[in-house]
């Protein structure tokens, strides 16, 4: 079984800003990115560092300023989350990836999680979990402040 500090689950810019900031402080941090899921926006709002351009350009470039913080991706199905004592088994078609937290950015995957379990300290969410709005902006914030959550929970 793989062990991290910070499991990300998600594919789109909310994911990829919670695996920077998550990166940024050293954490063994990976993100999970299930193919079947679909990630949405309804545009780039003019985001900070991406004054031009549209969606999958912001993609790209969120994406490559990830990769310089180290933070693992993996792409694999998840077939289910278990929350037990102080950490999370993510069951995937890979194999299980047990976590000390868990960033959650799709709402297929926090739908995983039972209701008792959705507010445990170690479980974060953000992006279409966190808000059904598909604005890039405002997901890629959830993100970010998701990722600073579960890092000063590991603290």
């Keep these: 079984m ?20 998550a990166g940024m402080s050293k954490t063994k941090t990976v993100l999970i990115r299930s193919q079947s899921e679909k990630h949405m926006a309804s545009g780039v709002n003019r985001y900070v560092g991406n004054m031009e351009g549209g969606y999958e350009e912001f993609y790209r470039k969120t994406e490559k300023q990830m990769e310089r913080f180290s933070v693992e991706k993996m792409d694999a199905e998840v077939l289910g989350i278990r929350v037990e004592k102080k950490k999370v088994v993510v069951v995937t078609d890979s194999g299980e990836v047990e976590s ?3 960033i959650i950015s799709t709402r ?4 995983m999680l039972p209701e008792d379990k959705k507010k445990e300290p170690f479980v974060f969410l953000c992006g ?15 993100g970010a402040m998701a990722a600073i959550d579960a890092r000063l929970h590991l603290t």
């Design 2 to 21: 793989r062990v991290y500090d910070i499991v990300i689950i998600g594919r789109g810019i909310s994911a990829l800003s919670a695996g920077i900031y």
């Design 100 to 102: 000390r937290s868990v």
């Design 108 to 111: 297929k995957a926090l739908d």
């Design 128 to 142: 279409t979990a966190f808000n059904n709005d598909t604005e890039v902006a405002s997901l890629a914030g959830t």
